[in-house]
């Protein structure tokens, strides 16, 4: 079995040219803080190429790959996942966006990681909010209620699948007992996301495109 899973690459608009995609692990626990060669393996496993002049692997508590969504137990409904950001120095040739499947198996593993440094010790991590939507104009509207509601929340963009377009939210970092206690910032931007259609867990987006 592979050891993680990346997620929707995804070029985002503007210069300079910047590549996002998210990983989670799948039967290895081998990601920590991302070095410069780990970084350019996994593009190079999606495509991408060219040289890398800015980077980061940021960690994060995230609800959407929750493998079951209706979960109780606070650390089964947020497992951690990690998005990678990366600025390029001209605009990538072979992207690979994974629109099939959405993801991909990856041997890699992240040599910054180790039995002193392993991020599931850690106390705390940044939450991580993601809503999938059928157009452009449903994810601007909640971007809008979002903004307005939680002003302190940074915002990005991507596309599950390579064709929904997905807004991602991120909260900050916050320590176990936030999320313990609900994570309240995090079910408002979830709670918004679907009043504009979203779904909020890869298991409901799967259902969509599969049906």
Partial sequence: MSAHWIWYPTLQPGTPPRVTLLMTWREGYYLADGSDAFVRAVLSEVGVREAVTRWSFQRYRCSYFSPDPEETSWDDL????????????????????????GRRETELTDDTWSAQNNPMYARSARCLVLGDFEDAAALRAARADITAALPAATLDQGFAFARLPQLQVDLGEHDDPWYQAGAPEARVARELCQKHGASVFFEHTLGRVVT
């Fill in 78 to 101: 947020w497992p951690l996942a990690w998005k990678l950001s990366a600025e390029l120095a001209e605009p990538p040739s072979g992207l690979q966006v994974l629109r099939e499947d």
